[in-house]
């Protein structure tokens, strides 16, 4: 018998209740307008930022990729956070870096508005893929036929 919360001597410890939680989201979000003013210098510089931000937050940033209009974030989220909190962080902080690190670019800004798909463990190698393969993929389809889509895609 356990009193006062503590075991007593020569007694096994209960066994305590763990928690699991997996969270695999694709996140997409664009410039304002979708305005092509990602160049390749500033997206070899934001990729790793936007990584670090994540790192901070406890989020797994489990592929980073997109174009000169938006940005593709693969995540592994913690159960303390949610989707919208994450994308406000990774919004908010990477528009402040990008007008400090980048003075010509003071009037940045992010497209209101994400989507957020959920991933399941077995499209999670598929879909690094899709995100690293950005430039290639945008070649033959724009950015709204893509996200149009991945809408579609979820029957939303």
């Known amino acids: 018998m356990i009193m006062g919360g503590r ?6 410890e209960p066994r305590r209740m763990h928690s699991f ?15 092509p003013i990602l160049t390749s210098d500033l997206r070899e510089r ?18 980073i990729g997109g174009t000169t209009d938006h940005v593709h974030m693969l995540l592994s989220l913690p159960a303390t956070l949610s989707v919208a909190k994450a994308i406000q962080l990774l ?5 402040k870096w990008i007008h400090e690190t980048f003075p010509k670019m003071r009037s940045f800004e992010w497209q ?7 991933i ?16 290639n ?9 893509e996200f149009q889509n991945n809408v579609a895609s979820t029957r939303l």
Request: glycine share 10%; charged share 20%; hydrophobic share 35%.
């Open 7 to 12: 075991v007593p001597a020569g007694t096994k």
């Open 112 to 118: 209101q508005g994400y989507g957020a798909f959920s």
């Open 91 to 95: 919004k908010g902080n990477s528009s």
């Open 46 to 63: 934001l990729w790793p930022y936007l990584g670090g931000i994540a790192k901070e937050n406890k989020i797994k940033a489990l592929a």
């Open 21 to 35: 939680n997996s969270c695999v989201v694709h996140c997409v979000w664009s410039t304002k307008n979708r305005e």
């Open 137 to 145: 993929h945008h070649r033959a389809q724009s950015f709204r036929e």
């Open 120 to 135: 399941g463990i077995s499209a999670v190698d598929s879909t690094i893929a899709y995100i690293r393969g950005q430039t």
